[in-house]
């Protein structure tokens, strides 16, 4: 039997930062485990920066003010008691990772360089050059190596075990072998990132964010906290979701429909392309709808015409744009326009934790952190930068709250851990001798359609009714569906399997939270209701799963220091 | 061109075989989108790794017609015109265990990467609570190095390890030492060196391949000689390499070329030069490449070669 005083699974900025930290007690046997290399996670995509008042480049920024932007981007949904422990924290995490070698840019004293970011009174953005959350990464995986953490790669997260809200262990299989291990822990750190994956390949996520973790801790009974609340981000690749960095549209880029207009003049006629994220999305969206955009359905686009800045200055400013239209897209952004459409970027809801200090979450023994968690700083609308943050800094105090939680906790119950791995160990059999079915990537890109279509930018109560019975049916078919590779070594058919199973299970959510949520607030735009309704709204969702039936309660939000007004900018 | 054919390299733990695939052409996509296609649409028994699908995760590593590439990055039409073919054959990546199909395993090379302390040994400058300071210079030197996304390509590529015994380290383990030994805020240089240098450093056969293949475009070979230098200056000239260092130098500096017969004695010593060479040499005389017969004669320009030899040991003085 696999024993552990503290699992940390994912080994992202989040999964790392607690690796570290939960292992620093030496009498711990500590574990990190991932489905992929560590390295490959996706916190190493992270390009622009991480967010700290460390005041360097503008002596009157503080945490303070950080504080304020991060509750008034939310739209006034964040709790404030966690906004403000958040701040506060984040210069001394900006320090620890200089002192761990990450290579920041630096500014003409020698200080960590800050760079100014959406929705942020003061640049406060520290970052190394357009590789921030890469050269982070690969900071934490060596900082794990010297302290001798023992990484379990490749290895896959199936199932937590709680049984009468004790957590027990959990089941993963090692996808090199195929082997399939109950594992007895004393804690827990859930660390798997976000499931941007719901919609596919409309998506700048990884191909593997799928909430393998967020589907673990809601099967177990934990509460989902705000998953209807997604961020999208105006100009991801049409043909295949990735980010196109917002400096494009900072330097000048136009939008243009079909009929060569630019069309941001029906929207924002002053901001024009630079108006906010979502309002863009929105147009660009509702230009599609209104048959003003190229191609059909989940291949339609706008196009993003950068020319008349000319070569120099693309070349100059723009480099690395340049690079990912002509190698993602086969576009020079110097000759063509480039085909581009809003891309979901983020989730800000996850893992309801109840206390922000320990990342605990309601189930003893079981933590969360990073973005398969909600604690909840984002909430309505994360800012730009503030998540490479809030998965190092919350990543840490997880892993100082496991490794507490260890020390107060007795190992669980063999006998329950083993009966849920045989479980999985007949299912991976069933899966692998299964010769007919439903094709699992038929599911996959009609649960991506009906989210994209109807639970996507603009919402409305009867297309997620439609999307909600297809996201059901979809749950029977998968039932039926079968994977079509017998193999027990490496057999990615069946993790992705087990992949699409829990993207229907927290899409379902999804769903379900943002019919129930009838207002707009940040991201969660409702054309049915578009004002902000803080009288009847201004709360947590909390979605719970017991067996196959979902049951929605509300948390009230935390507000320490400033009321809800007006968003404006 | 209507059809592109894939052929892989397929293997399921035991066996072996190569197994053929066609899609039709379509133009400005990537290798990893046939891939992504097949496994898709074809055959989900394929296997492969990718993850961000922008190269920026290194997951994607894969061998096309005999070189190493970047799945995601790398756009089909450029291969096919590289090639000239409308048949691609994929293998994995070299030089790494497969685990199946496309498959490499990275855990041996982490624990081989661990020899070089691959972490930052802090100076006493900084601290955890305030950090450090570093100038943009600074920041500069180990800008690039820190580029390397881990993706293997420069050890598949790689032709000393393809023909060591294991011993030399992959070009992305010296790239990481290197990072450290530039890194103004490491305390001790020489404990990232020595592993590499103690790990065969002077093996290095400047084929070029793991620079001209690098998707980071790291400059791994200035980065080999710049340690080799350091090497010396901490006094380790009594080593092979060094001493074809020094050979390299007299040769150049007395006839403003090399001398490829009398190199091998200068750095091996006369008894191991024929014991180690001669077959070595046999081999190079019947393929041309060395005449045994010819003695050099100093290059036309050979004042030129003293003149900057002259030069350099001044500036080096001052
Ligand atoms: C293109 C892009 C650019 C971004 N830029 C920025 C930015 O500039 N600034 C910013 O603040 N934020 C940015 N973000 C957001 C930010 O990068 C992410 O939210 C954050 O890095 C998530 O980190 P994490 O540690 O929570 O998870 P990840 O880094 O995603 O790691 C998840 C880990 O969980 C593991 N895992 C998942 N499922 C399983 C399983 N079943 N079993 C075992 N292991 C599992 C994975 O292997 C992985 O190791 C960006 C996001 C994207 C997509
Ligand atoms: S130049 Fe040296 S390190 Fe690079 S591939 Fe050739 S032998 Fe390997
Ligand atoms: S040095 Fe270049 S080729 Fe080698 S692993 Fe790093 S990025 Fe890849
Ligand atoms: S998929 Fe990440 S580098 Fe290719």
Redesign the pocket.
Same mark, same amino acid.
């Given at each position: 039997m696999l024993k552990y005083d503290v699992i940390v699974?994912?080994?992202?900025?989040?999964? +790392? +930062?607690a690796a570290l930290y939960a292992s620093k007690d030496k009498n711990l046997r500590v574990a990190c485990?991932?489905?992929?290399?560590?390295t490959?996670?996706?916190?190493?995509?992270?390009?622009?920066?991480?967010?700290a008042a460390m005041g360097y480049r503008d002596a009157t920024d503080s945490p303070e003010k950080h504080f304020r932007d991060t509750v008034k981007g939310s739209d006034f949904l964040a709790d404030q008691d966690a906004v403000e422990y958040f701040t506060a924290n984040m210069p001394a995490i900006i320090s620890e990772l200089d002192y761990y070698g990450v290579p920041f840019s630096r500014d003409p004293n020698g200080r960590i360089a800050q760079r100014p970011f959406g929705g942020a009174s003061s640049p406060r953005?520290c970052?190394s050059a357009d590789k921030?959350?890469h050269v982070i990464?690969h900071a934490l995986y060596e900082q794990c190596l010297k302290n001798n953490v023992e990484f379990l790669d490749e290895?896959?997260?199936?199932s937590l075990v709680v049984a009468d809200e004790t957590f027990h262990g959990l089941v993963?299989m090692n996808i090199k072998t195929g082997e399939i291990h109950p594992f007895l822990a004393k804690a827990v750190v859930i660390?798997?990132?976000?499931f941007?994956r719901i919609y596919w390949n409309r998506?700048?996520?990884?191909i593997? +964010?799928?909430?393998?973790?967020t589907a673990?801790c809601f099967n177990a009974g934990i509460p989902l906290k705000d998953p209807e609340f997604v961020q999208f981000?105006p100009t991801g690749l049409a043909s295949t979701g990735?980010?196109l960095s917002e400096a494009c549209r900072g330097e000048g880029g136009y939008l243009i429909n079909r009929e060569g207009e630019r069309f941001m003049k029906r929207y924002a006629p002053e901001k024009m392309e630079l108006a906010p994220r979502d309002l863009v999305s929105r147009s660009i969206e509702m230009e599609i709808k209104a048959g003003r955009g190229f191609g059909q359905g989940l291949e339609a686009y706008v196009l993003m015409d950068l020319r008349h800045l000319g070569k120099e200055k693309i070349m100059e400013r723009l480099p690395q744009v340049r690079e990912l239209a002509m190698d993602f897209e086969g576009v020079d952004l110097i000759e063509e326009p480039v085909p581009i459409r809003p891309s979901c970027?983020? +989730?800000m809801g996850g893992i309801h934790v109840s206390d922000y200090a320990t990342l605990a979450t309601p189930v003893e023994g079981i933590h969360a952190?990073?973005?398969?968690?909600c604690v909840s700083i984002h909430g309505a609308n994360?800012?730009?930068?503030?998540?490479?943050?809030?998965?190092v800094l919350f990543?840490k105090y997880a892993g100082i709250g496991a490794r507490e939680s260890a020390k107060k906790r007795p190992f669980g119950l063999e006998t329950l851990v083993i009966k849920e791995a045989k479980k999985w160990e007949s299912k991976f059999a069933t899966m692998r001798n299964k010769t007919s079915g439903i094709r699992l990537v038929d599911i996959r890109n009609k649960m991506a359609e009906v989210m994209w279509n109807y639970v996507g930018i603009f919402r409305h109560e009867q297309e997620m009714r439609v999307a909600l019975e297809t996201i059901d049916q979809l749950l029977n078919d998968y039932e039926h569906a079968y994977i079509g590779d017998p193999a027990l070594r490496y057999n990615t058919a069946f993790?992705h399997y087990?992949?699409i199973g829990?993207l229907l299970t927290l899409a379902k959510a999804v769903v379900l939270g943002a019919i129930n949520r009838k207002e707009s607030r940040g991201s969660h735009a409702r054309a049915d209701y578009p004002q902000r309704d803080d009288e009847n709204f201004l709360k947590h969702t909390l979605i719970y799963k017991r067996g196959d039936r979902y049951e929605l309660k509300y948390l009230p939000v935390k507000i320490t220091k400033y009321p809800p007004e007006e968003r404006k900018y | 061109m209507e059809n592109i054919t894939f052929r892989i390299r397929r293997y399921d733990g035991t066996n072996t075989w190569v197994q053929e695939y066609r899609l039709p052409y379509e133009k400005g996509k990537t290798i990893l989108w046939a891939l992504t296609k097949i496994k898709d649409e074809i055959d989900p028994t394929l296997n492969f790794t990718s993850a961000?699908r922008?190269a920026i995760c290194g997951s994607c590593g894969v061998k096309v017609n005999g070189h190493a590439f970047l799945a995601c990055k790398t756009s089909l039409d450029k291969l096919l015109e590289t090639f000239d073919t409308s048949v691609l054959y994929f293998e994995p990546l070299g030089n790494y265990d497969v685990v199946r199909d496309l498959v490499v395993d990275w855990k041996p090379k982490m624990e081989k990467m661990k020899k070089v302390k691959p972490w930052l040994l802090p100076s006493r400058e900084g601290s955890k609570e305030e950090g450090f300071r570093q100038s943009k210079q600074q920041f500069a030197k180990i800008s690039s190095s820190t580029d390397c996304i881990l993706c293997g390509i420069c050890a598949s590529e790689c032709g000393q390890l393809a023909i060591n015994d294991g011993g030399y380290l992959e070009p992305f383990i010296i790239n990481k030492a290197y990072r450290f030994v530039v890194d103004s805020r490491d305390n001790a240089p020489e404990e990232h060196i020595r592993p590499v240098l103690e790990n065969e450093l002077w093996k290095c056969i400047h084929c070029m391949q793991c620079v001209s293949k690098c998707p980071k475009e790291i400059p791994l070979t200035d980065e080999i000689a710049y340690l080799r230098k350091e090497t010396m200056k901490m006094g380790e000239v009594h080593n092979q390499g060094a001493r074809h260092a020094y050979a390299f130098y007299h040769d150049v500096k007395k006839w403003g070329r090399l001398n490829e017969m009398t190199l091998p004695v200068k750095t091996d010593g006369m008894v191991t030069t024929l014991r180690k060479r001669i077959p070595f040499a046999y081999r190079m005389i019947v393929k041309g490449k060395i005449n045994p017969l010819r003695l050099p004669k100093a290059v036309k320009g050979i004042k030129g070669v003293r003149k900057i030899y002259q030069q350099v040991e001044e500036e080096s003085k001052s």
């Open positions: 699974v994912g080994a992202g900025g989040a999964g +790392m +930062m485990l991932s489905k992929i290399f560590p490959r996670s996706h916190t190493g995509a992270a390009q622009g920066g991480i967010n953005t970052y921030t959350g990464l290895w896959f997260l199936l993963a660390a798997t990132g976000g941007g998506t700048t996520n990884a593997n +964010m799928t909430g393998d973790g673990a981000h990735i980010l970027h983020y +989730m952190a990073g973005e398969c968690a994360r800012l730009g930068g503030n998540s490479v943050a809030d998965v990543g993790v087990v992949e829990n | 961000c922008h």
